[in-house]
């Protein structure tokens, strides 16, 4: 079989979906990256209890939409598999790029950013290729890109927190080791590791009381 497989470039469009409203009241603005499966307006639930006022919350959506098993009525949607990675990372930085050309408060309040299971590895890829600057890197139950070095957070002077539930059914004894070495190399004595009871979901009364 003579197999090829040829690359092109065109123009795409997306979404991204925002809580609250920017105003100069807004204290913090939140860069928050969902879990496989989600869309980014649903994900928005889970910071509902914040003070309205004070934060502005900023969900990108992830591009690779399917229906979600078993019946296959609901949306979800992906942000990288294995296949054509890199392509697909720097498809999801030039989307990151645009939201924030769009949203001039993601420069201009302190930021947060938040990345949840699968969101993780996009939220802590964007800010190692574009050296972001930010309040709190809060990595929640999810996987470090192998790739990633401590000379890319370097310049990193926010804090890292690593946060995870004690019964996440995705994370095994081993996998938690992994983990919390992969960032303790990233970011030293930087880093805050927080374990909770629960499982593979988000943690939203930590949420509530970061700031």
């Given amino acids: 079989m003579n197999f090829q497989e040829k690359e092109i470039s065109y123009k795409s469009t997306n979404t991204y979906s925002t809580l609250n409203q920017f105003t100069e009241k807004t204290e913090y603005v939140w860069f928050v990256c969902h879990g496989m499966g989600y869309l980014s307006r649903y994900f928005l639930k889970y910071f509902k209890d914040l003070n309205t006022e ?14 979600l098993p078993p019946k296959f009525k609901h949306v979800g949607a992906s942000w990288l598999t294995r296949e054509n990675t890199i392509a697909e990372t720097e498809n999801i930085m030039r989307c990151y790029d645009s939201i924030f050309e769009a949203e001039p408060a993601l420069i201009s309040t302190k930021l947060i950013v938040l990345g949840y299971s699968q969101g993780v590895s996009v939220a802590m890829r964007y ?33 890292p927190i690593l946060i995870y539930g004690n019964k996440d059914e995705y994370l095994s004894p081993e996998r938690i080791e992994e983990q919390t070495k992969m960032a303790k190399n990233l970011f030293g004595n930087q880093l805050e590791i927080i374990e909770f009871e629960g499982v593979h979901e988000v943690n939203v009364d930590f949420i509530n009381k970061l700031v």
């Fill in 127 to 159: 800010l190692a290729k574009r050296k972001l600057h930010c309040e709190h890197l809060i990595l929640h139950s999810g996987g470090i890109p192998v790739e990633l070095k401590s000379s890319d957070f370097k310049y990193f002077n926010g804090k």
């Fill in 54 to 67: 004070k934060h502005y919350i900023i969900a990108p959506q992830a591009p690779s939409k399917y229906y």
